[in-house]
């Protein structure tokens, strides 16, 4: 198990490293950093010169991405402009854990400002995942045992339409009806943006009634995805032989649903879960927008927005390793749960 | 046999059909039998014949939809199975009756250890403690033929043999020691000599337990030494049934005689080697009208086209469904 | 696949439903651009009335215009992305499930790493790295913003690892079969193989694929442009006409209301096709 993980790990590299070159390459000609310098756009040329050495941004883009990921602490650089190199370099590079300084917010370090926005993040997502995948297992797992009726036929319509539903729309529509018309009417509503009241401040009760809506937007798609799929997973599990030997054997249905048919099921739904978890870290960037909530998403377009570059960096590079590491936690669970997997 | 037996399970005029999106499948077509204690019987015919389906609405194991019983009666010791509830059913299956598939490959569960899997017909059926079930289990793996059955009990399906697992299986079905044990071709998708094997095991517990045994096959030479009584389906009905003596050496129906023809024998000169029967297998598609054998029959008879004949007896316990006498080619 | 037969029936009716969706829906989109555009600073975020059934957003112009014009922009974002995601997924998987060895572990790492990024974010910071200032382009008398072409491009550039994926595997099971090995034997070229003997035979996928990927890159465009890095002004699409709506949602409902509806019906539409096809074309893969 250990020499498997570890095997992953070694093999995970090259990708990261590719992942991270072709970002980099992207980000530097996408955005401007000196555009939005913590707000006063600099428009003196010798400023801009300035601004640029010290950014190293004056420097070829292979050099600059040395710089990232091992940092210049090994070597001088040009911080006058005079030509010669005289100023040791101070970054120690993304390999040893300086993803570098926020540039809109001065002199912060990276980690620090996605760290201060992760938990905000992840509660959102965590609560979402959950109601995900607990709702669709019960859905998914009722419409499989009752397939063809009534209930099966107008859930599968539901989910379908659920299912072709963009995020902004059910974030947009249910904000309308639940916190502006709720209010318009006098009936007790849902806050609308923002993750606390300021005059009652950030209590555990504001935060869970500011996370409803959007938590509700991010579930009602994948809760779609995710309920067809475990219906369609448990059809083919239920139609297996082994199944009809349960059925031989005279156990209880309630057995043969949750022990022999789900712990089969499972075995897909894990994958997906797992390959989706990390993924969903980035995936609330139009409902975190939407509904002002100051999480990673928010940061990521801000960060977008105003070239912002080593933040940008530092979020796509923690979801790229959480992906990875995501993948290695699936298989471990995967080979848990089905016997037929050993590592050895 | 000549004397009276005790007849414990009864089907009557059993009829299922599979609505799928091609049409309606006729699959068993009016079938009647009944079964003594402690007699074996054999089903033979082909794949598609319908045996596996009779065996399964009589355990109401058929998927529905798309499956449907939709006429009949099967009454196991007074009991109407098809009437029964849901829950009664439960009861019945594993307790009373149990069942073995063809494939051992996937008829065990994967992801559950065989000693689980053999200790939850148990849980469910009897009031044995969890250790009790236990020392059953290896019990029943011991007598199955399943060396260092203690240690196994922790073991997975994948690590058994395609043989091995068929033991599983029949140790499984026989651990609440049902009265009747339904074997839906046990033998098909294994290797000659593990069938020979799983042969052996099924005489075994016909003499040692003296239980009663439906044994379906498409393979007329495993039954000759086993069985008790043949019944031979052909497109969902019943052909003909006959002590399994009379049935080798006076078959009556045309189909009878074409698969005993397709039988490689020992003793039969080579001259007279294997014979294929011709045709291709019926279309279950539509309910048949006249002999469902009669497009691929040799005797055939004008009236065969027209009227399907019914099962009746030719001669003592003897039945046939055909209009022929295949002695004389003529009608009878 | 030459004969339908009756089960294929129910799916081929489904398919049918949701092809005449697409016409009904695809036909309030045939209307002028220069309306559409034409800015009336009187009449700014007016509700619905009879002169402006969508209402009027925030620089007077007609939503119902703007909505259909816009209609015709996200639907041809949508087919023309996909086919850029068709074309690069079929070169990928075709390429790695015919050759093999190096060249597909090369191709699929690279797959592979396309797919370790949250799709959205990819497209937005591809979007930011095209999107200089491109001039107006010229298509069949429309005026075009440049953007559009970026947002086909890169929805195409992001799309196409699972399609790749699912190519790639049609190729490693079809190049085994006997009919191609009968092909090599008799010395046809490579290209004449993956073209002419094993694409035609992995089609009914590919098309399923094609299909469900118009509705995805129709939402994509939305995503994007809601986000306000999509296609810019002038050119309308769904998607853009959704940004900054959000800030209007307690004064001016009918600015997202519409356009996003619209979305939504357009894409349960061409899912609805694309589920059709899948189990008419293709009855193996049911699952989601």
Known sequence: ?344 | ?332 | MAQISPTQNGDLRRCCFGFAHLVFVRRRVLFTEKYSNFTNTKERLQPPSAAHPFGTDTVGRDILARTIYGGQISIAIGITAAFVEVMIGILIGALAGYFGGRIDSILMRFTEAMLNMPQLLLLIVMSKFFSGQLPNINILGRTLSGSVVVIVFIIGLTSWPYLARIVRAEFLSIKEREFILAARATGTPSWEIIFKHILPNSIAPIVVSATLGVAGAISLEAYVSFLGMGVRAPTATWGNMLENAYRYIESAYWLWLFPGLLIVLITISINFLGDGLRDALDPRSRTV
């Open chain 1, 1 to 344: 198990m250990t020499r498997y993980i570890v095997r992953r790990l070694l093999q995970a590299i090259p990708l990261l490293l590719v992942i991270s070159l072709i970002l980099f390459v992207l980000m530097q000609n996408a955005t401007d950093p000196l555009a939005t310098m913590g707000g006063r756009t600099p428009t003196r040329p010798e400023d801009r010169a300035r601004l640029t050495r010290q950014l190293g941004l004056d420097k070829p883009v292979y050099i600059q991405y040395l710089y990232w990921l091992i940092g210049n602490d090994w070597t001088k650089v040009d911080l006058d402009g005079d030509g010669t190199a005289e100023t040791q370099g101070k970054r120690q590079g993304v390999l040893r854990g300086d993803f570098g300084t926020s540039i809109v917010q001065t002199g912060r370090p990276v980690t620090t400002v996605i760290f201060e926005r992760l938990p905000n993040t992840l509660i959102l997502m965590l609560t979402a995942e959950f109601v995900i995948v607990l709702g669709a297992l019960l859905v998914g797992i009722f419409s499989a045992l009752r397939q063809y009726s009534l209930f099966d036929n107008i859930l599968t319509g539901i989910l379908f339409i659920g299912y072709s539903m963009p995020i902004f729309f059910v974030a947009l529509s249910t904000m309308y009806i639940f916190s502006i018309n709720f209010q318009r009417w006098g009936l007790p509503h849902l806050p609308t943006v923002g993750m606390f009241d300021p005059k009652i401040g950030k209590t555990t009760g504001q935060i869970i009634l500011h996370m409803i809506l959007p938590v509700f937007s991010i579930a009602f798609i994948s809760f779609a995805a995710y309920s067809r799929y475990i219906r369609s997973t448990m059809l083919e599990v239920l139609g297996q032989d082994y199944i009809r030997t349960a059925r031989s054997k005279g156990l209880p249905k309630r057995e043969i649903t949750f022990i022999h048919a789900l712990k089969n099921a499972s075995l897909p739904i894990v994958t997906i879960v797992g390959l989706d978890l990390p993924l969903l870290l980035g995936g609330a960037v139009v409902t975190e927008r939407i509904f002002a909530w100051p999480g990673m998403g928010r940061l990521f377009i801000d960060g977008i927005d105003r070239g912002d570059t080593p933040v940008v960096m530092g979020i796509l590079m923690l979801i790229a390793v959480s992906v990875v590491i995501f993948q290695i936690i699936t298989d471990i669970v995967y080979a848990w749960l089905d016997p037929r997997i050993r590592f050895d």
């Open chain 2, 1 to 332: 046999m000549s004397q009276e037996q005790h007849v414990f399970l009864e089907v009557k005029d059993l009829r299922t059909r599979f609505h799928t999106p091609e049409g309606t499948i006729y699959a068993v077509n009016g079938v009647s039998f009944s079964l003594n204690e402690g007699e074996t019987l054999a089903v033979v015919g082909e794949s598609g014949c319908g045996k596996s389906v009779t065996m399964m609405s009589i355990l109401r194991l058929i998927a529905m939809p798309p499956g449907k019983i939709v006429s009949g009666e099967v009454t196991y010791r007074d009991r109407k199975l098809l009437e029964l509830s849901e829950d009664a059913m439960e009861h019945i299956r594993g307790k009373e009756i149990a069942m073995i598939f063809q494939d051992p490959m996937t008829s065990l569960n994967p992801v559950l250890t065989i000693g689980r899997q053999l200790t939850e017909t148990l849980r469910t059926h009897t009031p044995m403690t969890p250790e009790q079930c236990r020392e059953r289990a290896i019990t029943l793996l011991d007598w199955v033929g399943i060396p260092d059955a203690t240690k196994r009990l922790y073991d997975y399906p994948h690590q058994f043999s395609g043989g091995m697992r068929q033991r599983v299986m029949i140790a499984m079905a026989l651990a609440c020691t049902p009265s009747l044990l339904i074997a839906d071709e046990p033998t098909t998708a294994l290797d000659v000599t593990i069938q020979a094997q799983i042969i052996e095991l099924a005489k075994r517990l016909k003499q040692d337990v003296g239980m009663a045994m439906i044994w379906i096959t498409h393979d007329l030479g495993v039954v000759a030494g086993m069985a008790d009584r043949v019944i031979v389906m052909y497109a969902g009905f019943i052909v003909e049934e006959a002590d399994v003596d009379d049935l080798y050496d006076n078959p009556l129906h045309p189909y009878t005689i074409a698969l005993l023809q397709a039988l490689p024998r020992a003793d039969r000169r080579r001259e007279k080697s294997l014979k294929s029967i011709q045709g291709a297998p019926p279309n279950l598609l539509a309910e048949p009208v006249g002999c469902p054998f009669a497009p691929r029959c040799e005797f055939v008879q004008d009236r065969c086209v027209r009227e399907n004949p019914l099962l009746q007896i030719v001669e003592g316990k003897h039945k046939a469904a055909c209009w022929v006498d295949v002695k004389t080619g003529g009608l009878r």
